[in-house]
């Protein structure tokens, strides 16, 4: 599937390598250039100041194809260069939020059903019946997306001629982070982090909407916000696309909302 994807500006401040296979692996320590904190009714939201950019990770699948027509399990098979699988990202942001002792992964997203996180690049996934839109991209190991040009895949699938009503060429977004539970130190600053596909919302032609049980703060920089002072037990994320006029943006993904779980304590919930 073709492309079309913008870039956010970013400052660098340290380059270095670091060994990944036999290739070598271009890390980009960098500074936002934009930072922001937002708070209303207990709630706040802030962006990061520093993460690593992998700027030449690169992601693609090799198969299955997308001319598949069998539904069930199919062997998903991806190929990456200047990224490795399996290790932890050692930047500033370790440490600061929930993060995989299993290390970098990949997000792999079925028609923006909550993403499967898989070390390897080789694994074995059911493809549903009917149409459907597949969105990996290369996670950190503290689940921030790299939101780069080559470090996603979206594909399309159809195993029975269902009717497709997703348009490759639109602006759509796809739910990340937050999931699941928060306990202890990591429900104190959660991590809110979506992808977006055909924008990156400079400009003012679209931005994001999140609503946090009930408060909503409109996005218009495409990078992960931190959130905190979410509620003990069970809160709601909405997240929506709109355009310059404040309407949904046409997505069969769009808006979505997820509930998570959080408990202060270090007790697991």
Known sequence: MKKYFGFLALASLILFSCKENSAPVEEEIVEEVIELVMEKDGIKLSTNQHETNFANAHLSLISP???VQDSGAQTFRFELENYELGVNTTDILSGQCANSAKGQHIHFIMNNAPYKAFYEAEFVEPIPAGHNVLLSFLSRSYHMSLKEYDAYVLEEFNTDGSPDNFD??????FYSRPKGDYAGADAKKVMLDFFLVNTDLKGENYFVRATINGVSFDLKVWMPYF???LIEGENTIKLE???AEGLLVPSPFNPVERTINVKYSEESI
Do not use: C, P, R
Request: without cysteine; charged residues 20%.
């Open 227 to 229: 959130i905190e002072g």
């Open 65 to 67: 194809g997308t001319s």
């Open 168 to 173: 490759e060429t639109q602006a759509h977004l």
């Open 241 to 243: 696309l709109l355009d």
